[in-house]
């Protein structure tokens, strides 16, 4: 038998024994290394005199700077932030650019356009909305979509167009596949909502949906135990309180026409406030 036959037939010994690998080149006596082992462990650990601890000196860190008195968000937050930004815009077109140079919201990197405001900046009526859909995306106007030609026709219902309101939303940016916002969200691009409020100064804030009633009037309540009712509403740089109230958003009547009927209670109530020159409480 040659040599290459007898590693062969060794070979072949070894797959009908169960050997699939080759672990050492010399036997090794494994129990007595298990022994060398737990006997190791059973010993104990040398003891090391500690190192001693030297005190280094660091210079004190320096406080952060304090929000104003009238917010409790960190330094750094994007919500602060934005209020700091908003409150030192003087006009709607720098406010404009501002919301659009803000970077803090991480809806702009998947939104097409900015959607600010539309409409008479000197009108007694402002309407707000939740977020632009699509069709708002795509144009960078609010409410031109379905839901927004309903709004068109409810305002001609009560003698108004787009000239004579003002229409916005709470935020500027659409939400990816119109997901609701979050509250986060929502807390970051409020101030620039304010903002708008207080540059305008309407005399009626009409809120569209529980999104934006609930935001903005800072209650718990659905939109169908908020809609019909008035409310004061202010900011802390407001002198006085602005009328608010909130009904079905135009894109709610699409999918519930029956729910027209309460809308249009709501905005006679509405047309009567603005004939009667009535103010807030």
Not at 90 to 96: E, F, P, R, V
Not at 249 to 262: F, G, N, V, W
């Amino acid at each position: 038998m040659s040599g290459d036959q007898a590693i062969r037939a060794l070979l072949e010994w070894y797959t009908l024994a169960g050997v699939d690998q080759a672990i050492d080149n010399t036997p090794r006596d494994r129990y007595r290394e298990a022994a060398n082992t737990l006997s190791a462990a059973a010993k104990p650990p040398a003891t090391t005199e500690p190192e001693p601890i030297v005190a280094r000196e660091t210079a004190p860190a320096s406080p952060p700077p304090m929000p104003p008195t009238d917010t409790l968000l960190p330094p750094g937050d994007a919500t602060w932030s934005a209020q700091e930004i908003a409150a030192a815009c003087t006009s709607l077109d720098q406010l404009a650019a501002a919301v659009r140079a803000f970077d803090g919201c991480a809806l702009k990197r998947t939104a097409t356009n900015t959607v600010i405001g539309d409409g008479n900046p000197e009108a007694a009526l402002m309407i707000v909305g939740e977020a632009p859909g699509a069709e708002e995306d795509r144009q960078g106007l609010p409410f031109v979509g379905p839901a927004g030609r309903l709004l068109d026709r409810m305002l001609a219902a009560i003698g108004l167009d787009r000239s004579a309101v003002y229409i916005t939303n709470m935020l500027p940016w659409r939400p990816p596949g119109n997901r609701s916002p979050t509250a986060e969200e929502l807390a970051i691009c409020q101030p620039f909502l304010e903002r708008q409020v207080e540059l305008i100064a309407p005399r009626i804030l009409l809120l569209v949906g529980g999104i934006a009633a609930k935001a903005l009037l800072n209650r718990r309540e659905g939109i169908t135990r908020l809609r019909g009712q008035w409310f004061p509403f202010s900011t802390p740089r407001m002198e006085g309180t602005v009328q608010a109230t909130a009904t079905f958003h135009p894109a709610y009547l699409l999918r519930t026409p029956s729910a027209k009927r309460e809308v249009w209670r709501d905005l006679l109530d509405i047309e009567d406030k603005m004939k009667s020159g009535e103010t807030a409480p």
